[in-house]
């Protein structure tokens, strides 16, 4: 939200409306296809993507300062560590199966 | 002798500073999403880990209601667009144009609560409870505090739309800043949405 956005703008960003409800659906049809590791995998590859094009245009990324980019990309780097240091530790735990909890 | 407001005080409210490039409240806001990407990033961790640290998992479609999240996402992008053009009539001076649309995005956000109750009587009514399950636990923990977020944005949207507009008054594109700034907090929690919509309902 830098600028004063004209016309064209508005048409594009509801055209990113439109988009983003599309791959809504997309994720939607591909839940409903059980397709397990692929259909995961495709799922959050949408969602990420979905996600990138709301920050890109809504909250106007691509404008943004270097500062902000800087930010975020030390954000990103602590988020993806979270989110996979845990994971990676568990995959590579030996364990048996009755170390694991059934939930 | 004219009088210092405390407001006058506070510099780079409406100039950019030199060093970022950004105004003092865009720059803040920006940290302050940081900041809840770590929060929430976190919890998405936790859920990774106790997903595959767990011999069986439930099949979380069959326990969330699909429909009701998929109609929830559309109408928290609604508001988000409602937002950019709320924005946009507050730059064009057209004050009758931005709070009808700041009162579209308070009333779908309240509409995205009212959905969101429906699910949690759904749950406790079949006796499914934070202590039912890990996954209910993680469910009930994230989705509660994406709730809490969407109240706290209604709130600040509620005053910049009415009580809050005399700052307008005060500095027009200090009033307009402070939007901006709103509006970002905004699309982050519309963000944050589309990965628990994804993760929790269709995963």
Request: charged content about 15%; glycine content about 6%; some cysteine.
């Amino acid at each position: 939200m830098e600028q004063v956005p004209h016309k064209d703008e508005f048409k594009r960003d509801i055209r990113i409306y439109f988009t983003i409800i599309a791959l809504i659906a997309l994720i939607l049809i591909i839940h409903q296809l059980h397709l397990g590791i692929l259909g995961i995998a495709l799922i959050v590859t949408i969602a990420v993507g979905e996600a990138a094009i709301l920050g890109y245009f809504f909250m106007h990324l691509m404008t943004k300062k270097k500062t902000i980019h800087l930010v975020l990309l030390l954000t990103v780097i602590v988020f993806l560590t979270l989110l996979f240091w845990p994971a990676w530790d568990v995959f590579y735990s030996p364990r048996t199966p009755s170390e694991f909890t059934s939930y | 002798m004219s009088k210092i407001h405390d407001s006058d005080l506070v510099p780079y409210k409406v100039e950019t500073r030199e060093d970022t490039g950004l105004y003092n409240a865009k720059f803040g806001i920006w940290l302050f999403l940081a900041s809840e990407i770590m929060l929430f990033g976190s919890l998405f961790s936790a859920y990774i880990l106790l997903r595959v640290g767990s011999f069986s998992w439930p099949v979380q479609s069959e326990y969330l209601n699909v429909p009701i999240g998929a109609l929830n996402s559309v109408i928290l992008l609604s508001s988000s667009i409602f937002f950019i053009r709320a924005w946009v009539a507050l730059k064009a001076d057209d004050i009758v144009k931005y709070k009808k649309f700041m009162y579209l995005v308070i009333a779908f956000a309240v509409l995205f609560l009212c959905f969101k109750g429906v699910e949690y009587y759904q749950h406790f009514s079949h006796h499914e409870y934070p202590k039912t399950s890990v996954f209910l636990a993680l469910y009930f923990l994230m989705t509660g505090l994406h709730a809490l977020h969407i109240i706290g944005g209604i709130l600040v949207n509620i005053y910049y739309a009415g009580p809050g507009m005399y700052l307008r008054a005060e500095n027009k594109q200090w009033f307009i800043n402070r939007v901006e700034v709103a509006g970002l907090y905004w699309h982050f929690v519309d963000l944050v949405w589309i990965f628990l919509f994804s993760t929790l309902y269709l995963l």
